[in-house]
């Protein structure tokens, strides 16, 4: 399997609703990314976990709540979103953290703050 | 810093014709070069990589070479097709420490028939 699927593929959520969007490999990669798109933009590096520990965040602010559950789960919680944070979030892994190895990335969460 | 420039887009071509997208880096560092296609409504997909000076990548027709000597990683296919139409994105990473692809603004490639 060398797949990364990420759920739900589109989300339309208020700016007081609560919503998570999460990512799965199983390739037995020990990395995972989450990246945001917006229109016509390449992708932003938000968050790196790294064997289950997060090891960047981008200065994100903490509306997003990324966890690692396990060394296949990557979840990226939402809280109190503002209508610009509309974007494609992208999950990506790769097999360490460390140069070198090459990011496989999910199609994506079309997400929609309203 | 790092950075990736690519050409400015839309590049468009009818089919069968050959293709270049230009695509050259700054790096403090010795890096890693990539080449992802973003097909509509979808994700980054991986077409080629190279990991040193004058390694060649290549995938489905398309090619680029890792050019030290001018910083750039020039992506080629000798004839497209309609279903090559997408965004194509340059990316580097710094070949010490943790993982940080650099991505390019991106160029998106229309084919006609």
């Known amino acids: 399997d060398t797949e990364v699927t990420q759920t739900p593929k589109h989300l339309v959520m208020g700016m007081t609703n609560k919503k998570s969007l999460k990512c799965e490999q199983h390739?037995?990669?020990?990395?995972m990314y989450w990246y945001k798109q917006k229109a016509k933009k390449p992708p932003e590096l938000m968050f790196v976990?790294?064997?289950?520990?997060?090891?960047i965040n981008e200065s994100v602010p903490s509306r997003f709540s990324p966890e690692c559950p396990n060394s296949s789960l990557l979840n990226l919680h939402l809280h109190a979103l503002q209508p610009e944070d509309s974007a494609l979030y992208l999950c990506?892994?790769?097999?360490?953290?460390?140069?070198?190895?090459?990011?496989?990335f999910g199609p994506g969460t079309r997400l929609t703050v309203l | 810093g790092n950075s990736v420039t690519q050409m400015e887009g839309p590049v468009t071509l009818s089919e069968e014709a050959f293709l270049t997208i230009n695509c050259t880096y700054t790096?403090?560092?010795?890096?890693?070069l990539f080449w992802y296609v973003q097909y509509p409504g979808e994700g980054l997909q991986l077409l080629l990589k190279?990991?040193?000076?004058?390694d060649k990548g290549s995938n489905k027709g398309f090619e680029a070479t890792y050019r030290k000597e001018t910083t750039s990683f020039h992506l080629e296919k000798g004839s497209v097709q309609v279903s090559d139409s997408a965004v194509y994105f340059c990316?580097?990473?710094?070949?010490?420490?943790?993982?940080?692809?650099?991505f390019g603004t991106g160029t998106r490639l229309l084919v006609s028939p």
């Open positions: 990506a892994s790769s097999q360490g953290p460390l140069a070198g190895n090459e990011q496989f």
């Open positions: 390739m037995g990669h020990r990395a």
């Open positions: 976990y790294s064997y289950e520990k997060l090891s």
């Open positions: 790096a403090t560092g010795y890096p890693s």
């Open positions: 190279a990991t040193k000076a004058d």
């Open positions: 990316a580097l990473i710094l070949n010490t420490g943790f993982q940080k692809l650099v």
